[in-house]
């Protein structure tokens, strides 16, 4: 069975940086994708980026692109979001997935199975 964990949110400064780790029991590391997503009250679930053994990273969201980095330990089945120049645009509460069947990435969050419970971003001004 697959789990997603999320950690590594937490109150931060405009400007400073944060570290999100998603650990993923139960995937696949030699084969698997692992997207980002964050979800901002009163807004839909956006996807930021994803990562995939076969293609590769994705960025989906132009706001993040050079500000936040996707990267993966596959030795310790864990994958993480570097996140820096923090904005308070960027408050949200973030969320790793992953889809059932062939590992793909994808931009919707229709595609994807598996969730885990979210950890809040806050960034003040």
């Known amino acids: 069975e697959v789990q997603l964990v999320e950690s590594g949110g937490g109150l931060v400064q405009a400007g400073g940086s944060l570290r999100l780790s998603c650990a993923a029991s139960?995937?696949?590391?030699?084969?698997?994708?692992i997207g980002w997503f964050r979800q901002a009250p009163g807004k839909e679930r956006e996807g930021l980026v994803c990562?995939?053994?076969?293609?590769?990273?994705?960025y989906y969201s132009d706001s993040v692109k050079g500000r936040f980095t996707i990267s993966s330990d596959n030795a310790k089945n864990t994958v993480y979001l570097q996140m820096n120049d923090l904005k308070p645009e960027d408050t949200a509460v973030y969320y790793c997935?992953?889809?059932?069947?062939?590992?793909?990435?994808?931009?919707?969050?229709?595609?994807?199975?598996?969730w885990g419970q979210g950890t809040q971003v806050t960034v003040s001004s």
């Open positions: 997935a992953a889809p059932l069947g062939v590992p793909q990435c994808y931009r919707g969050t229709r595609i994807y199975d598996y």
């Open positions: 139960g995937v696949n590391f030699d084969d698997y994708a």
């Open positions: 990562i995939n053994s076969r293609a590769g990273i994705t």
